[in-house]
Nanobody, 121 residues
Framework: QVRVVESGGGLVQAGGSLRLSCVAS????????SGWYRQAPGKQRELVAS???????NYGDSVKGRFTISRDNAKRMVFLQMDSLKTEDTAVYSC???????????????WGQGTQVTVSS
């Protein structure tokens, strides 16, 4: 089993910045892709940003140029730097870790519990 925990959400004014952190822990495992998703009330969950273990990055169109994903492979952490925040960025942000556990060789996507980001006008 892999446990995923996010932190860093909160309330910020439009134009401000926040940095989210995500750490994966548990059984011995290999991470393939780590990513951030968000879901606003009444809307579908959408990709914010993802990064493969090799460093290939993908961003959602609405955050390109404003958000930056990074990671620390040794610490099994992934970060999301969010700049120039807009009110429409308000959502619950969840971290997803696509990994394979060594004990059974199963590849699974593990999710964190989510962290609320609220951007006020």
């Amino acid at each position: 089993q892999v446990r995923v925990v996010e932190s860093g959400g909160g309330l910020v004014q439009a134009g401000g910045s926040l940095r989210l952190s995500c750490v994966a822990s548990g059984s011995t495992f290999s991470i393939h892709v780590s990513g951030w998703y968000r879901q606003a009330p009444g809307k579908q969950r959408e990709l914010v940003a993802s990064m493969s273990y090799s460093g290939i990055v993908n961003y959602g169109d609405s955050v390109k140029g404003r958000f930056t994903i990074s990671r620390d492979n040794a610490k099994r952490m992934v970060f999301l730097q969010m700049d120039s925040l807009k009110t429409e960025d308000t959502a619950v942000y969840s971290c997803a870790v696509d990994s394979t556990t060594w004990a059974d060789g199963l590849r699974t996507i593990y999710w964190g519990q989510g962290t609320q980001v609220t951007v006020s006008s």
